[in-house]
């Protein structure tokens, strides 16, 4: 399959612009090349299982996978369209300095490598995967993520939701 059929797919879902408008549905645009690259290759083998993702990724060879991780990460992240509660920015701020979020995400919250761009993802898909990372639900996912999200409550991850999609 062509390259541009290819991206249309993700489209429909990602976004046109590989930024979602889709509930629960992340944005791609502007995520890290290596980090798009490790997701597609880790839902590929099955270790990374999401549902929706499966018969899209099953038959992707290595020189698709690069040339859509490239694609979508050359891909400006625009703010999200979703509303963004302002005393909740201010929590998650104070929540994030507390973790210290941009240690591994950097201080513009942009990713790298394989650390994931939070700026101006999905506030539904963030506080979502949040949780999944503190309840340890989120299969095949680096679990690094767990430790610093534990113990804190659902609201203090929707805090943290919504001060990462403002940035």
């Given at each position: ?38 997701q597609l290759v880790l839902m590929r083998e099955n ?121």
């Open positions: 399959m062509p390259l541009n059929e290819r991206i249309q797919m993700c489209a429909a879902c990602h976004g046109e612009d590989g930024n979602s408008k889709m509930e629960n549905i992340p944005s791609i645009a502007g995520q890290p090349a290596f980090f798009i690259l490790n270790i990374r299982q999401v549902e929706a993702m499966a018969p899209i990724v099953k038959d992707l060879k290595d020189d698709d996978i690069n040339a859509l991780a490239e694609h979508f990460s050359k891909l400006p992240p625009k703010q999200t369209d979703e509303p963004v509660d302002q005393a909740l920015v201010q929590r998650g701020t104070a929540l994030a300095a507390q973790k210290r979020c941009g240690s591994c995400h950097l201080p513009t919250l942009a990713g790298e490598q394989q650390i994931p761009r939070l700026a101006k993802q999905r506030v539904d898909y963030l506080a979502k995967a949040l949780k999944e990372f503190r309840d340890s639900t989120r299969q095949g996912a680096d679990m690094i993520m767990s430790g610093p999200v534990s113990g804190l409550s659902d609201a203090e991850l929707t805090a943290l939701a919504h001060y990462a999609a403002s940035r």
